[in-house]
Structure formats: structure tokens, C-alpha cells
């Protein structure tokens, strides 16, 4: 129940959630049921500030469909979210996102008639200018005021100088190379400046080299802007070169969770995964 006009400010105070500023991310239970498929089924982890946290397992193990549940694209069968200790069961993605929940797609979601710094000023806008004010702008088609367009243009060049895309800031989305693609969506993402980033396969279509230099960019991320990230992986040496911890998902099950050497030589991840070659 949010607070009403009638209650003290005490009360208001006392009914506040305090900020758990360590867990990020708190999933319990989390189930999400396909007609008769358990997608997802009894998931339970916290992320903790500052990790980067893997998510691996064989195709059609549920990552993906948890990474939805996450972010509320989809609403669960059952089970609870909390995002730095406050619940969030059953929100919209756009409050998450407003919260600060952003992430990346496995099936790369840019509009690619818009150039590289139309689509991460698009994400931008609706951050500056959320909530009512944005609404209300948005439905009287209001232009943003001058001043506030030129500092998102200007924050938005900063993150496509971040993700190395800065040259090529006014070509048509469509026109970049797979890798590059990724890349722009997580500057797309990042204008949301999210405390939590989602990346689902952000490696996938990408070269060694390119891999090798979004791994160094996403502890970057980390270190230097203090996002905490839950990453989507099948691409090993990656995963266990960068991630702090691993849970593992088989058949929409939890089976491993741990430090990355540990998870490798876990005998149900390997049998998880030779299953999936067999
Ligand atoms: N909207 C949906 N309706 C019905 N079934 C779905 C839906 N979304 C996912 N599934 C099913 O749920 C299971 C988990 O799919 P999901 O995409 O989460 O797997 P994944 O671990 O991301 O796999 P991959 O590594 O191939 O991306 C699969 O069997 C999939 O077919
Ligand atoms: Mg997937």
C-alpha cells in the first residue's frame, strides 16, 4: 500500500523500506510455467553489489526466460523479486528500468532505420524525462527544452565513446557489423545508468579479439562506475576469466551456484553439459 495523505510523517518513515545497498538482486522461488513446461522452476540466488555474476547452461535451460522475469517482461508463475531489498513482484519493465534494472536482448532489439545516436538518445529521453512529466510530454508531443537536448546528445556521444562507437555515431544501426550491434545496445542500456545490467550472450557474433575486448570493457564497468552485472554466457573461457560467481540452469533448475572453478569441475554441471552434446 503506497503512504496516504492521512498518515504522520513518522508513519510514512517507519513504513519505508530501507535501501539494502549490498543485495542487488534477491531471486526466491522464481517460477515461470509454460503451459506445461517449467521454464524456469524454484530459482533462488542474490546478487551482491559490485559482482559479476554468470548465468550458464545448455540451450533452453531458461536463462533467458529468467533474465525476462528479471526485468518483468514476462510476470512469473510464482516466486518473488527484490531489487536492493525492496520488492518488486509483478512491476512493469518500465519501472524496473526506471529503478534501475537495464539489459541487453539475445536478439539484438535496435531500431535500425535510426543512427547509433538516435537509438541511445531514444533510451535516454525516456529516462530524463520519465515519470509523469515525460508522460505528459510525450502525450502532448512537447519537444524537450534545448538546453535538456543538447546535454542528451552530449551524454549520449559519451557512451558511444565508451562502447567505441563514437566515429560512427550517426550511421543507420542496421548498417553495423553483428559485434558492433551488441555493443550499441549496451550503450543503449547504459543511458538508463543502471545500478544492475543484464547482458544476455553480448558475446555472440564476436571475433576473439572483439570478445576479448568486451570483457575488459565490462569490468570497466565495474570497477570504474560500480554497475553490478548478471551476464548470460555460453562462451567458457570468457565466463570463467571474468565472472566472480556462476549459477548454473538445467531444465529450468538451479544446479551449481559457486566461484567459477568450483561450477567447472561440478560433476552435475558436467553431466548437464554432455547431455546437451548427446
Ligand atoms: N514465451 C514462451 N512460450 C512458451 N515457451 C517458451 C517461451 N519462452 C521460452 N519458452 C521455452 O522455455 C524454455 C527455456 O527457454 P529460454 O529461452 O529461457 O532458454 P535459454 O536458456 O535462454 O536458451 P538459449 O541458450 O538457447 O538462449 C525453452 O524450452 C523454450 O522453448
Ligand atoms: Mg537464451
Redesign the pocket.
Same mark, same amino acid.
Given at each position: 500500500m503506497p503512504p496516504t495523505w492521512e498518515m504522520t510523517e513518522e508513519e510514512i518513515r517507519a513504513r519505508r523500506v530501507p535501501v539494502d545497498e549490498q543485495r542487488v538482486l534477491d531471486v526466491r522461488h522464481m517460477t515461470r510455467q509454460?503451459?506445461g513446461?517449467l #521454464?524456469v522452476s524454484n530459482v533462488s540466488f542474490v546478487v551482491e553489489k559490485g559482482e559479476i555474476f554468470g548465468l550458464i547452461?545448455?540451450?533452453? #535451460?531458461?536463462? @533467458? @526466460?529468467?533474465f525476462n522475469l528479471i526485468t518483468g517482461l /514476462?510476470q512469473p508463475t510464482s516466486g518473488q523479486l527484490y531489487f536492493r531489498g525492496e520488492e518488486y513482484t509483478g512491476q512493469r519493465p518500465h519501472y524496473i528500468a526506471q529503478k534501475g534494472i537495464a539489459r541487453t536482448f539475445?536478439n539484438i532489439r535496435l531500431f535500425g532505420s535510426l543512427s547509433a545516436l538516435e537509438n541511445v538518445k531514444i533510451a535516454r529521453h525516456t529516462h530524463t524525462f520519465g515519470g509523469i512529466f515525460g508522460l505528459i510530454a510525450g502525450v502532448l508531443n512537447l519537444p524537450p527544452a534545448p538546453e535538456d537536448e543538447r546535454k542528451t546528445t552530449a551524454r549520449a556521444m559519451e557512451l558511444l565513446e565508451m562502447v567505441g562507437l563514437a566515429e560512427r555515431a550517426h550511421v543507420q544501426a542496421r548498417n553495423f557489423a553483428y559485434g558492433d550491434q551488441r555493443r550499441l545496445e549496451i550503450a543503449r542500456a547504459l543511458a538508463l545508468e543502471p545500478r544492475l545490467l543484464l547482458l544476455d550472450?553480448p558475446a555472440a557474433g564476436m571475433n576473439a579479439q572483439e570478445k576479448q575486448g568486451l570483457s575488459d570493457f565490462i569490468r570497466m564497468l565495474r570497477d570504474k562506475f560500480s554497475i553490478t552485472i548478471l551476464l /548470460?554466457e555460453?562462451h567458457v573461457p570468457l565466463v570463467m576469466g571474468l565472472c566472480d560467481r556462476i549459477a548454473v540452469?538445467d531444465f529450468?533448475q538451479l544446479i551449481a551456484l559457486g566461484d567459477p572453478r568450483r561450477v567447472q569441475h561440478d560433476p552435475a554441471v558436467i553431466e548437464a553439459y554432455l547431455g546437451d552434446e548427446g
Amino acid at each position: 500500500m503506497p503512504p496516504t495523505w492521512e498518515m504522520t510523517e513518522e508513519e510514512i518513515r517507519a513504513r519505508r523500506v530501507p535501501v539494502d545497498e549490498q543485495r542487488v538482486l534477491d531471486v526466491r522461488h522464481m517460477t515461470r510455467q509454460f503451459g506445461g513446461l517449467l #521454464a524456469v522452476s524454484n530459482v533462488s540466488f542474490v546478487v551482491e553489489k559490485g559482482e559479476i555474476f554468470g548465468l550458464i547452461g545448455p540451450n533452453g #535451460a531458461g536463462k @533467458t @526466460t529468467l533474465f525476462n522475469l528479471i526485468t518483468g517482461l /514476462i510476470q512469473p508463475t510464482s516466486g518473488q523479486l527484490y531489487f536492493r531489498g525492496e520488492e518488486y513482484t509483478g512491476q512493469r519493465p518500465h519501472y524496473i528500468a526506471q529503478k534501475g534494472i537495464a539489459r541487453t536482448f539475445q536478439n539484438i532489439r535496435l531500431f535500425g532505420s535510426l543512427s547509433a545516436l538516435e537509438n541511445v538518445k531514444i533510451a535516454r529521453h525516456t529516462h530524463t524525462f520519465g515519470g509523469i512529466f515525460g508522460l505528459i510530454a510525450g502525450v502532448l508531443n512537447l519537444p524537450p527544452a534545448p538546453e535538456d537536448e543538447r546535454k542528451t546528445t552530449a551524454r549520449a556521444m559519451e557512451l558511444l565513446e565508451m562502447v567505441g562507437l563514437a566515429e560512427r555515431a550517426h550511421v543507420q544501426a542496421r548498417n553495423f557489423a553483428y559485434g558492433d550491434q551488441r555493443r550499441l545496445e549496451i550503450a543503449r542500456a547504459l543511458a538508463l545508468e543502471p545500478r544492475l545490467l543484464l547482458l544476455d550472450e553480448p558475446a555472440a557474433g564476436m571475433n576473439a579479439q572483439e570478445k576479448q575486448g568486451l570483457s575488459d570493457f565490462i569490468r570497466m564497468l565495474r570497477d570504474k562506475f560500480s554497475i553490478t552485472i548478471l551476464l /548470460i554466457e555460453h562462451h567458457v573461457p570468457l565466463v570463467m576469466g571474468l565472472c566472480d560467481r556462476i549459477a548454473v540452469l538445467d531444465f529450468g533448475q538451479l544446479i551449481a551456484l559457486g566461484d567459477p572453478r568450483r561450477v567447472q569441475h561440478d560433476p552435475a554441471v558436467i553431466e548437464a553439459y554432455l547431455g546437451d552434446e548427446g
